[in-house]
């Protein structure tokens, strides 16, 4: 995924696209969603916790292919540590519950997943 971080007072909201659905080996699927958080930093460390929701378009790219959508609600954990000024590596664990259009919210499955990225900011 790609995302873009706003960050006030320590509180961050993400918002990011991404293709592919690894949960089911979906090769031609666009997602997208939000994530809303706070961190505690620490000189050039920081750790935070988010929730957010994921759409997954498991369709081909917006045109009716007999797949499924399905819908994600995670919660995570994450960690980073500032390697230049503007720089960061972040790694985390989190927990994703999804769900498909077609059978509902009630018939979800929960998996754990881990996070790993970078960020590039800009201070200004």
Not at 21 to 47: D, L, M, P, T, V
Not at 65 to 93: M, P, Q, R
Request: no cysteine; hydrophobic share 40%; glycine share 12%.
């Amino acid at each position: 995924n790609l995302g873009i971080k706003f960050e006030v007072n320590n509180t961050y909201s993400i918002i990011h696209v991404g293709q592919g659905n690894i949960y089911n080996n979906i090769e031609k699927s666009i997602s997208y969603g939000a994530r809303y958080g706070y961190q505690f930093n620490f000189n050039s460390f920081f750790i935070g916790a988010d929730i957010g929701y994921l759409k997954m378009d498991n369709e081909d790219y917006f045109v009716a292919s007999g797949k499924t959508d399905e819908n994600a609600v995670a919660i995570n954990i994450i960690s980073g540590i500032d390697l230049f000024e503007d720089f960061s590596l972040v790694t985390g664990y989190g927990l994703s519950y999804i769900w498909s259009d077609i059978s509902g919210m009630g018939s979800g499955t929960l998996y754990g997943h881990i996070l790993f990225g970078i960020e590039i900011f800009s201070n200004n």
